[in-house]
């Protein structure tokens, strides 16, 4: 397949979510994450023509939730929330209608977005259970924009033991008065598996170093006896580090 840029990913599965809209829960579950890869010096002209593309959605009131954030590493994140799989057979309908439209108003996705980038796409599940948060730090805000992804990869096998492992991160964060969270995810489809994603939010990288700097002087050893746990279930391990767009985010509520 041709890679035309982000927007005509996007237009494969804005029928399903728009056709589950009004029953998406408040906090879902599964997510179509798109990871865009553009060289450094196509980034200018990426952004550019990335903005027509916002703009265009936006004029044309397209009722899809995408967060989009950008990282430190030329790549940007475009994720987007869904419910399941049902309205696979209206979402392809629904394809065609909103590429119609483009096309209509003269924008031509593959002539914009030849050569500029190259595109991943993953499917993520968010899990509760594993996941923490103190009353002020669930979900993305405007006022939290910076982020930190930690891949955790997996030993095959060796779920269960590692789910065990962050449980006990849990009990430890009930009992601290720091306000600290994550958000923990499972790979459905995409990466090496098995693969988990933890996700740290703050407003910027010098509130989260001081955080973790106030976790290690208070708790060092605990913490390193909870990281003890971590480590024999991993093959390796790699951090992302960017921030939350609200500008390119679409039908963004914030918390």
């Not at 098995?194 to 740290?200: Q, S």
Request: hydrophobic share 40%; charged share 25%; proline share 4%.
């Amino acid at each position: 397949m041709k890679t035309t840029g982000i927007i005509i990913f996007i237009f494969l599965f804005m029928g399903m979510v728009s056709l589950q809209a009004q029953e998406t829960p408040a906090m879902p579950e599964n997510f179509l994450v798109i990871e865009e890869f553009v060289q450094p010096a196509d980034l200018p002209e990426f952004k550019k023509v990335q903005q027509e593309a916002i703009d265009l959605w936006k004029k044309l009131n397209f009722d899809l939730p995408v967060f989009a954030y950008s990282t430190d590493v030329s790549s940007f994140y475009w994720v987007v929330p869904f419910e399941n799989f049902a309205a696979l057979d209206q979402m392809f309908a629904k394809m065609d209608e909103f590429s119609k439209k483009v096309k209509e108003e003269g924008y031509d996705a593959d002539a914009k977005f030849r050569d500029l980038s190259t595109v991943r796409q993953t499917i993520i599940h968010w899990n509760k259970d594993l996941s923490y948060h103190t009353a002020d730090y669930a979900g993305q805000t405007r006022d939290n924009r910076y982020c930190e992804w930690t891949f955790f990869y997996l030993k095959a096998g060796h779920e269960k033991e590692m789910a065990e492992a962050v449980k006990k991160y849990i009990e430890f964060s009930e009992n601290v008065e720091e306000n600290w969270g994550w958000d923990l995810y499972t790979v459905s489809m995409g990466y090496d598996s098995p693969c988990w994603i933890v996700m740290d939010r703050s407003d910027s990288p010098l509130s989260m170093r001081k955080l973790e700097a106030s976790l290690q002087e208070n708790y060092s050893e605990k913490l390193n006896e909870l990281w003890g746990n971590i480590q024999p279930h991993l093959r390796k391990m790699e951090v992302v580090t960017g921030w939350f767009q609200p500008k390119w985010s679409l039908n963004f509520e914030q918390e």
